[in-house]
């Protein structure tokens, strides 16, 4: 919202993040490969969504992004 980031959680709690966050089963891979990256967005997510499906197998292509 208004350039700001937030995930709901299960619980329905709501975080703000500063610049980027992941949710579901690869989540610890996606923001693995996340952190200390930089570049164009889509290509960040598409190599989040990459190491994640490399690590977990409820995580598989294809993979849509959409760029604003």
């Known amino acids: 919202y208004a350039g700001r980031l937030f995930k709901v959680a299960s619980d329905y709690s709501v975080g703000e993040y500063d610049s980027y966050a992941a949710a579901g ?3 610890p891979y996606a923001l ?3 952190h200390g990256s930089s570049g164009a967005p889509d290509i960040r997510i ?4 990459e190491a994640a499906q490399a690590h ?13």
């Open 25 to 27: 089963s690869g989540e």
């Open 46 to 49: 598409i190599a989040a969504l």
């Open 32 to 34: 693995g490969k996340l």
């Open 56 to 68: 977990c197998a409820g995580v598989r292509a294809p993979f849509v992004v959409e760029v604003c």
